[in-house]
């Protein structure tokens, strides 16, 4: 008759409690990098050294961290980077030295990196098809919360003595709760009743599922076997064009637009931070209300869609308008950011908000300054929520004549519609398909290889940005976004299935036979694969 009862708001829990916690240890530097930097003397390099080393911690997981998921099970390796994330909470709490918190940001990055991937896959095989999408993508929600309650947890502990030792340690409450209700779920899915949910008829001949379970090396992502080299084209593809589409590096640019249009000083940056983290919520939110209604195609080709005007319109507007390239390092000392991570980040899960060179204007025209180039600051994360600086000091940025009026608000619009966007789109949909389209016996392994490119291409774009605006400008830094997310609306009509309302295994049997899945759509007929449902005792 089904499974029991509480099995839905517990996996409800674990996924929002994972992202949570994931959001808020990418987070929570913002607020404490400036205590650090004081109580310590950190110097740029020693600042951009200990945040980059949640970005250290993460890779590392994603590179060993599928090994793990799938070996060990999927709740263990969740509550084995839950001891991790407490182990690095304590060393950061009670940290006396630099290697002391570099070693504690190491922990949290690997811990939240491998929970992400585990708590994905976990979720997406305890519950059916009608859930799966918005328990997946509730995950993407709790990161961006988690965001939202380290910044007021910074504001409130900002004044108190040692107050950054409060803020690491406060992630441990999630996490906590996270595993009490592990303990209440069970170790995975039914072994025995997944494979007889389905039967595939093909050819006239009925082949029963699992009667022996298939093996898989790493090598056969790569290889023609099952269509896994076109899963791992899927895959690839999606978490690339999540980073590439550059969501993290506009919204260095967020505080400067809300500037424009009249917020000066510390409310801009309050703006930036607060009113795109409450966006990215309530998009997060649509996401997952319509995730399993619309399906992941309509949100990911309707969010690229957006994507490519919204931000093309900042380029063209941008031309007009002269921008602020934003704080140095020693001006802003906590200007980080993840992530995207689900995967971002998003993502992504959801998700390296650099340091932006500083500049110098000549005629009210801003020009970057090639010997006073920052080097960016990586953070680590769901690769999809970008973490704004809590506090900023941004130089300022002159009053918009009233001719430009228009096209600072239409700047502002544009940053909104691209943050929506991007998160009812890339943000949580990477991170659902991923877990989706893999057979259980090799998707730890392969959601973890896909998650490795998401980390590099977020620590590239990062590396790349400033060479990048020195280069072509921030208008056209924009429009190459805009190109992007062009590119990447091809790639998901071409490539990416239509998975909404179909069992895992139904997902895997349609990719096996389909060298692409772009034949799988929404329109696909029965005449391609053909199954037939039987019911299955609960006795058996």
Known sequence: MGRPLPLLPLCASVSLLGGLTFGYELAVISGALLPLQLDFGLSCLEQEFLVGSLLLGALFASLVGGFLIDHYGRKQ???GSNLVLLAGSLSLGLASSLAWLVLGRSAAGFAISLSSMAC?????ELV?????????SLYEAGITVGILLSYALNYVLASSPRGWRHMFGWAAVPVLLQSLSLLYLPAGTDQAATPK??????????????LRRPRYSFLDLFRARDNMRGRTTVGLGLVLFQQLTGQPNVLCYASTIFHSVGFHRGSSAVLASVGLGTVKVVATLIAMGLVDRAGRRVLLLSGCTLMALSVSGMGLASFAMPMDAGPSCLAMPNATRLSGLSGDSSLPRDLSLPSLPTTRESQGDPVLSTSEKAKPRPGAGDLTVPLLPALSTTSPVPLPAPEHALLHWAALVCMMVFVSAFSF??????????SEI?????RGRAFAFCNSFNWAANLFISLSFLDLLGTIGLSWTFLLYGLTAVLGLGFVYLFVPETKGQSLAEIDQQFQRRW??????????PAGVQYSRIEVSMAS
């Open 425 to 434: 789109g890339f943000g949580p949909v990477t991170w659902l398909v991923l």
């Open 438 to 442: 893999y057979p259980a016996e090799i």
């Open 128 to 136: 059916g098809p009608p859930q799966r999408g918005v328990l997946v």
């Open 197 to 210: 949910d389905l039967i595939p008829l093909q050819g006239g001949e009925a082949s029963k599922l699992g």
């Open 77 to 79: 390796a969740i509550l």
């Open 120 to 124: 994905c896959i976990y979720v997406s």
């Open 516 to 525: 692409f899945a772009v034949s799988f759509g929404h329109k696909q007929g």
